[in-house]
């Protein structure tokens, strides 16, 4: 296989693996045509674990582990 091939192969796995990944959070745009941001940051969970209010992101355990609802 040629390096050209071999760089193909690689940019299709690459895309394969990063289509399935979406963590739930919605973009979020202050105007139509500049920036937008995609992330957000995770908050503790309530007392008890997530609930209705847990984005579906979800929320940080005690330990630090990322639980959705």
Excluded at 16 to 39: H, I, L, N
Excluded at 47 to 62: F, K, M, V
């Amino acid at each position: 296989m040629t390096r050209l091939g071999v760089a193909a192969a690689l940019l299709v796995v690459a895309a394969a693996c990063s289509s399935g990944q979406d963590p739930g959070v919605d973009p979020v745009s202050s105007s139509t045509s500049g920036p937008t941001t995609t992330s957000a940051l995770v908050q503790p969970c309530p007392d008890g674990g997530p609930d209705q209010t847990t984005p579906p992101a979800g929320c940080l355990d005690a330990d630090g582990n990322v639980v959705r609802p």
